[in-house]
């Protein structure tokens, strides 16, 4: 079984402060992680992804995360918040399996205020 | 290319009633999933299909059914209306891979009173 934490359901920075969402993963095998934005009212977006290539990743919008097997971690990061960054972010993990269903932490809402 | 479409965008159902979420991609994915989204509860899986005629049960699969009858569709239908089943839906699809990006509809808004 797999499962995902965040830590912070709110996170609050401000303009040009640095960006940190946390994610811990539990997971039997080796994992799939995913990082998603949601902006109000719309669908979910993809930041970026770690498929067992470079441990860190690069995604959209300046976002990158860094796999820490031993920690069990990917945090997501950002060196300066922008306010169009708003929104809220979920992680996801799943397994190397080609069916494998994507499981969600229940969301971190970034709040940047000027 | 449209990506995911889901229709309605919002309903308001009266307790018992029935309906149907649709949600069609032209991306000619294999994979494609229902989400429900609830304050503090992140997104919760419902069902999904590897592809056309197989679909499977997911997290929170109880009074849902679904199809897939062709490659492109995958309607949710809810089959007596409940109170608890006030959410967000969304339809997603990926390619074959799960490394594939998996691609989210708008959503579409559920209030049952």
């Known amino acids: 079984a797999q499962s995902v934490t965040q830590l912070g359901s709110h996170v609050s920075v401000s303009e040009g402060a640095l960006v940190l969402l946390r994610c811990n993963y539990s997971?039997?095998?080796?994992?799939?992680l995913f990082w998603y934005v949601q902006y109000p009212n719309q669908g979910l977006q993809l930041l970026l992804k770690?498929?067992?290539?470079?441990?860190l990743v690069k995604g959209i919008n300046g976002f990158e995360a860094e796999f820490k097997k031993s920690e069990t971690s990917f945090h997501l990061t950002k060196p300066s918040a922008h306010m169009r960054d708003a929104a809220e972010y979920f992680c996801?993990?799943?397994?190397?399996?080609?069916?494998?269903?994507?499981?969600f932490g229940k969301g971190t809402m970034l709040l940047v205020s000027p | 290319n449209a990506g995911v479409t889901q229709t309605p965008k919002f309903q308001v159902l009266k307790t018992g009633q029935s309906m149907t979420l649709q949600c069609a991609q032209d991306?000619?994915?294999?994979?494609m999933s229902w989400y429900r989204q609830d304050p503090g509860m992140g997104l919760r899986l419902i069902h999904y299909?590897?592809?056309?005629?197989?679909?499977d049960q997911g997290e929170v699969p109880n009074g849902y059914n679904v199809s897939r009858s062709t490659t492109e569709d995958f309607p949710l239908r809810l089959l007596s209306a409940a109170p608890s089943q006030t959410s967000v839906y969304f339809c997603?699809?990926?390619?074959?891979?799960?490394?594939?990006?998996?691609?989210f509809g708008p959503g579409t808004r559920l209030l049952v009173l």
């Open positions: 996801a993990v799943s397994e190397q399996q080609g069916y494998s269903t994507l499981t």
């Open positions: 299909s590897v592809g056309a005629g197989i679909t």
């Open positions: 770690y498929t067992s290539a470079a441990t």
């Open positions: 991306m000619n994915h294999e994979y």
């Open positions: 997971s039997s095998v080796p994992p799939y």
């Open positions: 997603a699809s990926r390619g074959a891979g799960v490394q594939e990006t998996q691609y």
